[in-house]
């Protein structure tokens, strides 16, 4: 197995130079990494090449524990099912827990890179997807493991415990709720702030962009089943018809946004599937559809939902539709609450990048739509304050708005520009709060 930090000592001696960490913190870290980058972007291709989907990640997460074992770590697997505890002691001082995901997507890589994935899994459903680490997590496990490398080296340099946290299922929506469960502040140290990083988009491979406070939303996922009285298409005045129902449901959903909630306030709701009906002739007995809703704060989410259910049931109501033939409306488990960044924390950690990185790198950035459940880690009761980071991603040249998004099968970061940023990023916040 690989020692990082023999091999770190033979190939260029920088953690004997560690000692000037203290001086110079910013150009010795970088020294320290550039040392290992040829390493650390064959593990990224590895990675990237393999991806697994969502509860399935069991290679990805053994490589990752070896990586983590090979820095001296304490490392605990199956936690949660695939998740990966890595721990490193240095004497007393703060705990910092530093998150990455594991999973990939089920998208068909188109990017044309040398190092494309290939691979193809079972859907779940009896047929096969393609496989692609289409979000960046591959990224994210790398600059995890480019920070034990370094943090194991320059043990002089800052003082506490780093938990690093693989873990699975993010695009489920459920893997960190599943290794709380499974005791992860419980069983390993408790962290008094938490870490993580993610790819974006829409800045530049180099840059960092900070949010504070609300920085990614509650996202809801439902199924609503219009339910109707079917019968011949001729002869629409005998039946409830639900494909009507379902349209007049759709549009008037659209009147929570504008008339239900503050205009200060940010919620979708948006209906993505519509299932309904077999034949031209045939008013059908009921319509499926679902939802994705998506908000901040928990009083706007309860609202909106509370008003999902009253429309479409309203709408039945004026339909005539019989008591027994009322809508079901399903709120999915998979729920993702909105992701707080710490006001106070993301100050602090955004002044120490913009001196290490320098401050045109470091871009204050707006919330978004998307989900992402490294909230969870600081919905525990210890509430534990929260800090994620955005990455840039986009090619150095390339027009940020035509750039592919997150999820496309041609999303692929300027690996360099992105990995070092994403690695001294990690490392100056790490060493700020250890200490």
């Keep these: 197995m690989r020692n990082w930090r023999r091999l770190g000592v033979l190939a260029g001696g920088w953690i004997l130079g560690m000692a000037s960490v203290a001086a110079q913190p910013a150009e010795a870290v970088k020294e320290a990494y550039r040392a290992q980058e040829g390493s650390l972007h064959q593990l990224y291709r590895e990675l990237h090449a393999a ?48 998150r990455c995901d594991l999973d990939g997507l089920p998208v068909k890589e188109e990017t044309g890179l040398p190092y494309a994935s ?18 960046g997590h591959d990224l994210h496990m790398t600059a995890a493991v480019g920070l034990a490398r370094l943090l194991s080296a320059m043990t002089n340099a800052w003082k506490g415990t780093v938990v690093w946290v693989g873990q699975p299922a993010e695009e489920k929506g459920s893997g960190a709720r599943a290794m709380l469960r499974d005791g992860l502040y419980r069983r390993f140290p408790r962290p008094d702030f938490a870490l993580s990083l993610h790819c974006h988009a829409a800045l530049t491979a180099g840059e960092v962009g900070v949010v504070e406070g609300y920085m ?7 199924d609503v089943r219009v339910r109707g009285v079917g019968g011949h298409g001729a002869y629409p005045e005998t039946t409830r018809d639900p494909i009507v129902l379902a349209a007049q449901s759709i549009l008037a959903l659209q009147t929570i946004r504008s008339r239900e909630i503050s205009a200060l306030d940010a919620v979708v709701v948006t209906v993505g599937s519509v299932h309904g009906g077999a034949k031209h002739n045939v008013i059908p007995e009921d319509v499926a559809l679902q939802l994705t ?28 539709v019989p008591e027994d033939r009322m809508p079901e409306v399903v709120v999915q488990d998979e729920f993702t609450p909105a992701l707080y960044n710490d006001p106070a924390l993301a100050r602090r950690l955004s002044s120490v990048l913009g001196t290490w990185l320098g401050t045109g790198r470091v871009k204050t ?39 592919p998004s997150l999820h496309s099968s041609r999303f692929a970061p300027e690996l360099g520009p992105a990995l070092e940023t994403a690695v001294v990023a990690l490392t100056a916040e790490v060493l700020e709060l250890a200490r």
């Excluded at 899994?121 to 692609?132: L, N, Y």
């Excluded at 990614?216 to 439902?222: E, G, Y």
């Excluded at 704060?297 to 109501?317: W, Y």
Aim: glycine share 14%.
């Design 118 to 135: 290939t691979r193809r899994a079972s859907d779940g459903r009896g047929g096969e997807t393609s496989v692609m680490h289409a979000c």
């Design 365 to 403: 950035v707006r919330p978004a739509m998307g989900g992402e459940d490294f909230s969870e880690f600081g919905r525990t009761p210890e509430k534990v304050p929260l800090f994620d980071l955005w990455i840039g991603a986009v090619p150095r040249g390339q027009d940020v708005g035509k750039a």
């Design 51 to 98: 991806p697994e989907l969502s509860w399935h990640e069991v290679e990805t997460a053994r490589q990752f524990a070896s990586e983590l074992r090979s820095c001296g770590l304490e490392v605990t697997t199956g936690v949660g099912t695939n998740g990966v505890v890595g721990v490193l002691r240095n004497g007393a001082g703060p705990t910092v827990l530093v």
């Design 293 to 320: 809703v998506r908000s901040y704060t928990d009083e706007v989410r309860g609202r909106t939902l509370d008003a999902i259910r009253r429309i479409v049931r309203g709408q039945a109501l004026a339909a005539g």
């Design 216 to 222: 990614l939303a509650n996202v809801d996922s439902l």
